[in-house]
């Protein structure tokens, strides 16, 4: 079985640093939380170019199974509906990995 990578680059409708490190608060609030999630990085972006997201998630399932499960989390709900509320908008990538 695969392990998965999930990423996510997310843009906020107001970038202060206040912003981003709330953001930030709450995406990493996930860490621990979810069953099959092996790792967490809730990072913001060290050289705020023209190209730049504001934060990038990125996350490490044990499976595809883990990875499906963890989009309907009760734990993840509420992050889901925060960034919503925050972010101009968010781009995704999933697929398996070895690391």
């Not at 990423?7 to 709450?26: D, G, M, R, Y």
């Not at 101009?88 to 070895?98: E, N, W």
């Amino acid at each position: 079985m695969s392990k998965y990578r999930h990423v996510i680059f997310f843009w906020l409708k107001e970038p202060t640093s206040e912003n981003i490190a709330a953001a930030q608060a709450q995406l990493l609030s996930l860490k621990g939380k979810i069953p099959g999630m092996l790792s967490l990085e809730a990072e913001a972006d060290a050289f705020r170019t023209e190209r730049s997201c504001d934060i990038c998630l990125n996350t490490v399932f044990d499976s595809k199974e883990s990875l499906v499960a963890y989009g309907t989390h009760p734990v993840h709900l509420p992050v889901i509906a925060y960034m919503k509320a925050h972010c101009l908008k968010s781009l995704a990538a999933d697929y398996p990995t070895q690391v």
